[in-house]
Structures are given as C-alpha cells and as structure tokens.
T-cell receptor, first 111, second 111 residues
Framework: DVKVTQSSRYLVKRTGEKVFLECVQDMDHENMFWYRQDPGLGLRLIYF???????EKGDIPEGYSVSREKKERFSLILESASTNQTSMYLCASFSVAYEQYFGPGTRLTVT | GENVEQHPSTLSVQEGDSAVIKCTYSDSASNYFPWYKQELGKRPQLIID?????GEKKDQRIAVTLNKTAKHFSLHITETQPEDSAVYFC??????????FGTGTSLTVIP
C-alpha cells in the first residue's frame, strides 16, 4: 500500500519566516507534486518533480521553491511566508499507472 | 494548458437517489481521468478512473462515463448513502504527466 507522509499536519508561522514542508513516499515513484487547496479553487499545482534534482513549475509557483535531493523526498519551501500563503498544502506521488496518491495535507497558517 | 471545469459546486440528494457530477476539459491530448473523494479533514482518495480508450467504467455503485468527442466526463453515484457525503474532484492528465483538477463538488446525502 502506497504511503505518502507529510512532516506536519498543522503549522503556524509568522510573515517573513522561511517555511519548509516535507513530503516522503515509500513506493519508489519518480513523479511527485505539491498542490495547494483553497475553498472554491480546487487543487492548484505549485511544482512537480519527475526525477531527483529535476523540477518543473506548475500553475502557481510564485513565492515557492522546491528541492528533490532524494527520490523519496520532495520539499516545498516558502522563502518568505506571506498571509496569502495560508492554505492547505497537499503532496502527491504518482505511479507508472498514472494513479496519484496524496499525503494527509499540511494546514499552514501565516500570521 | 488544460482547463478542467466541474459542475455543480454543491449537490444535495436524498438518501437512495442518484448523484451526477460533470466535468469538461479542453485539451484533446488528455487521456486519463480520475475522480477523487475527499472527506472532511482527510486526504483525497482515488475512487474511480477512466482512460481515453474506454467509454464507461463501473465499480459497484460508482460509474464514470467519458465522451471524448465532447470532451466531458461524469461521475455517477447510485443508491447514495450518508457516507457518500464528501467533496469530489475530477482531474485530467495527459502529456507532461501533469494533473489538472476541477474545483470540486460538495455532495451532501440527506438521510
């Protein structure tokens, strides 16, 4: 059974702080994704990675960066957190059969 | 890029009735269409999917239909039960391995 875990379920940070959200999958998937989920907007893709050290911008990459040093770990970085980055962040891992498996989500509040 | 639209945004049905959620997509190259169910406070879970070489797929009370010519696909839930209450997301994926999500449908099944 695929397992995708995220480092925190709830996080509260101050404006201007650097924030790290980590995601780990245990199925040796090459593709990993970071989404943010906001009411009425669905899931929007921030960044994705199709291999170690490879990354591609999604639809809303501004204010975010990512790191993929190991295949199982994909990190989302908020360089200087702002209040409009308060959201639910979901990581996902993608199998060769195209099926996406989501992590439990991190609810980030920036004050 | 791909654009996925989902309707309705909210849906209330009586227990035992059927529920239908519809999505349209814009990119004719999309070839994989999953549906996710997200219960309150939980991660999205894949419930059914369909590929472009198939017109319909059924799994117990859940079915998905795909019309490639019209570029739309639908989720059908029959004999709804209170535990079907959740937010449902459609998605489309094709070239580039990106997933594009609809904005979600909040389904309430009234006992």
């Amino acid at each position: 059974d695929v397992k995708v875990t995220q480092s925190s379920r709830y996080l509260v940070k101050r404006t201007g702080e650097k924030v790290f959200l980590e995601c780990v999958q245990d199925m040796d998937h090459e593709n990993m994704f970071w989404y943010r989920q906001d009411p009425g907007l669905g899931l929007r893709l921030i960044y994705f990675s199709y291999d170690v050290k490879m990354k591609e911008k999604g639809d809303i990459p501004e204010g975010y960066s990512v790191s993929r040093e190991k295949k199982e770990r994909f990190s989302l970085i908020l360089e200087s957190a702002s209040t409009n980055q308060t959201s639910m962040y979901l990581c996902a891992s993608f199998s060769v059969a195209y099926e996406q498996y989501f992590g439990p989500g991190t609810r980030l509040t920036v004050t | 890029g791909e654009n996925v639209e989902q309707h309705p945004s909210t849906l209330s049905v009586q227990e035992g009735d059927s529920a239908v959620i519809k999505c349209t997509y814009s990119d004719s190259a999309s070839n994989y269409f999953p549906w996710y169910k997200q219960e309150l406070g939980k991660r999205p879970q894949l419930i059914i999917d369909i590929r472009s070489n198939v017109g319909e797929k059924k799994d117990q009370r859940i079915a998905v239909t795909l019309n490639k010519t019209a570029k739309h696909f639908s989720l059908h839930i029959t004999e709804t039960q209170p535990e079907d209450s959740a937010v449902y997301f459609c998605a489309a994926s094709g070239t580039g391995n990106q997933f594009y999500f609809g904005t979600g449908t909040s389904l309430t099944v009234i006992p």
